[in-house]
């Protein structure tokens, strides 16, 4: 069973950053897109970021300008630099793998916490 890991959530002030990681243990050999999304309480979930096998990224409209993403292969996990952080981007923010090339379902992280106040 795949385990995906995300860490670095904290509590930060607003204008800050945070990297966030997601170590996914096979997601680069299967060729899975590994997404990013978050939760805010009370709201519906949000897409963030993914990346193709190809290395191909995408951003959603909310975070695009103050997010990149990036991969590592050799440790298959990836980061998500997140700048100039605003209080309504705190959420929990979990990872995904899908659309792998063995057909496997997707696999959720558990998330990771980012709150953002002062």
């Known amino acids: 069973e795949e385990q995906l890991v995300e860490s670095g959530g904290g509590l930060v002030q607003p204008g800050g950053s945070l990297r966030l990681s997601c170590t996914a243990p096979?997601?680069?050999?299967?060729?899975?897109?590994l997404g990013w999304s978050r939760q805010a309480a009370g709201k519906q979930r949000e897409w963030v970021s993914s990346?193709?096998?190809?290395?191909?990224?995408k951003y959603g409209d909310s975070m695009k300008g103050r997010v990149t993403l990036s991969k590592d292969k050799d440790k298959d996990t990836v980061y998500l630099q997140m700048n100039s952080l605003k209080p309504e981007d705190t959420a929990m923010y979990s990872c995904v793998t899908s659309l792998c090339s063995d057909g496997g379902p997707p696999y959720w992280g558990q998330g990771t916490q980012v709150t953002v106040s002062s």
């Open positions: 096979g997601f680069t050999s299967k060729r899975c897109v």
């Open positions: 990346i193709t096998p190809d290395d191909n990224i």
